[in-house]
Protein backbone atom coordinates (compact mmCIF):
# COMPACT_ATOMS: atom_id res chain seq x y z
CA UNK A 1 0.00 0.00 0.00
CA UNK A 2 1.24 3.47 -0.82
CA UNK A 3 2.00 5.09 2.28
CA UNK A 4 2.20 8.89 0.26
CA UNK A 5 -0.60 9.97 -1.72
CA UNK A 6 -1.09 12.87 -3.96
CA UNK A 7 -2.77 15.88 -2.10
CA UNK A 8 -0.92 14.33 1.55
CA UNK A 9 0.31 16.90 3.24
CA UNK A 10 3.51 15.55 4.49
CA UNK A 11 6.78 16.73 6.63
CA UNK A 12 10.17 16.34 5.41
CA UNK A 13 12.50 14.85 7.63
CA UNK A 14 16.10 15.13 6.34
CA UNK A 15 17.94 17.46 4.34
CA UNK A 16 17.77 20.82 3.14
CA UNK A 17 14.12 21.02 3.66
CA UNK A 18 14.21 19.24 7.12
CA UNK A 19 10.72 20.36 9.63
CA UNK A 20 8.90 21.82 6.32
CA UNK A 21 5.75 20.25 5.15
CA UNK A 22 3.92 20.88 2.15
CA UNK A 23 1.22 19.14 -0.22
CA UNK A 24 2.11 16.26 -2.14
CA UNK A 25 1.95 16.87 -6.27
CA UNK A 26 2.59 13.91 -7.50
CA UNK A 27 4.04 10.46 -6.42
CA UNK A 28 6.35 7.83 -8.26
CA UNK A 29 5.33 5.25 -6.41
CA UNK A 30 7.81 2.79 -8.52
CA UNK A 31 10.86 5.12 -7.90
CA UNK A 32 10.20 5.60 -4.27
CA UNK A 33 10.05 9.76 -4.59
CA UNK A 34 7.44 12.36 -4.29
CA UNK A 35 7.41 16.07 -5.38
CA UNK A 36 6.21 18.47 -2.71
CA UNK A 37 4.68 22.18 -3.52
CA UNK A 38 7.37 24.21 -2.58
CA UNK A 39 9.97 22.13 -1.16
CA UNK A 40 13.67 20.88 -2.51
CA UNK A 41 13.57 23.59 -4.54
CA UNK A 42 16.36 23.03 -7.16
CA UNK A 43 18.00 26.18 -9.49
CA UNK A 44 18.31 25.49 -12.96
CA UNK A 45 20.02 26.59 -15.95
CA UNK A 46 17.89 26.43 -19.05
CA UNK A 47 18.75 27.83 -22.49
CA UNK A 48 17.03 31.20 -22.88
CA UNK A 49 14.92 30.64 -26.06
CA UNK A 50 12.15 33.41 -27.89
CA UNK A 51 8.60 31.84 -28.11
CA UNK A 52 6.32 32.38 -30.54
CA UNK A 53 4.81 35.20 -29.10
CA UNK A 54 8.03 36.94 -28.96
CA UNK A 55 8.55 36.54 -25.13
CA UNK A 56 11.60 35.09 -23.62
CA UNK A 57 11.87 31.93 -22.04
CA UNK A 58 14.53 30.19 -19.85
CA UNK A 59 17.70 31.62 -17.80
CA UNK A 60 18.09 30.53 -14.20
CA UNK A 61 14.74 28.99 -12.42
CA UNK A 62 13.38 27.60 -9.69
CA UNK A 63 11.38 24.14 -9.26
CA UNK A 64 10.96 21.48 -6.91
CA UNK A 65 12.48 18.51 -7.18
CA UNK A 66 11.44 15.49 -6.23
CA UNK A 67 12.43 13.47 -2.89
CA UNK A 68 13.10 10.42 -1.91
CA UNK A 69 9.83 8.40 0.04
CA UNK A 70 11.58 7.66 3.25
CA UNK A 71 12.16 11.36 3.43
CA UNK A 72 8.70 12.64 4.15
CA UNK A 73 6.20 11.39 6.98
CA UNK A 74 2.76 12.16 6.23
CA UNK A 75 0.92 14.29 8.77
CA UNK A 76 -2.01 13.09 10.49
CA UNK A 77 -5.21 15.04 10.59
CA UNK A 78 -6.30 14.16 13.83
CA UNK A 79 -3.15 14.20 16.03
CA UNK A 80 -1.57 16.93 13.60
CA UNK A 81 1.82 15.46 14.15
CA UNK A 82 4.32 13.64 11.50
CA UNK A 83 3.46 9.76 11.48
CA UNK A 84 4.52 6.55 10.88
CA UNK A 85 1.48 4.81 8.24
CA UNK A 86 0.20 1.53 9.60
CA UNK A 87 -2.86 0.16 7.59
CA UNK A 88 -6.23 -2.29 8.44
CA UNK A 89 -9.02 -3.71 6.53
CA UNK A 90 -12.42 -1.89 7.18
CA UNK A 91 -15.15 -3.37 5.19
CA UNK A 92 -12.98 -5.02 3.12
CA UNK A 93 -10.97 -1.81 1.92
CA UNK A 94 -7.24 -1.52 2.78
CA UNK A 95 -7.38 1.81 4.85
CA UNK A 96 -4.20 3.84 6.11
CA UNK A 97 -4.27 4.28 9.53
CA UNK A 98 -1.88 6.90 11.98
CA UNK A 99 0.23 4.87 14.03
CA UNK A 100 0.33 7.12 16.85
CA UNK A 101 -3.63 7.53 17.35
CA UNK A 102 -4.92 5.10 15.53
CA UNK A 103 -7.33 7.38 13.02
CA UNK A 104 -7.76 6.97 9.72
CA UNK A 105 -5.60 8.87 7.03
ZN1 LIG B 1 -2.74 10.65 14.35
Do not use: F, Y
Not at 19 to 27: D, Q, T, Y
Not at 80 to 105: F, N, Q
Request: charged residues 30%; contains cysteine; glycine residues 8%.
Amino acid sequence: MQRVRRDDHVQVISGKDRGKSGRVLAVWPREDRVLVEGLNIATKHRRVQRTRAGAQEGGIIHEEAPLHLSNVMPICDTCDKPTRVGSRVVDGVRVRICRACDAEL
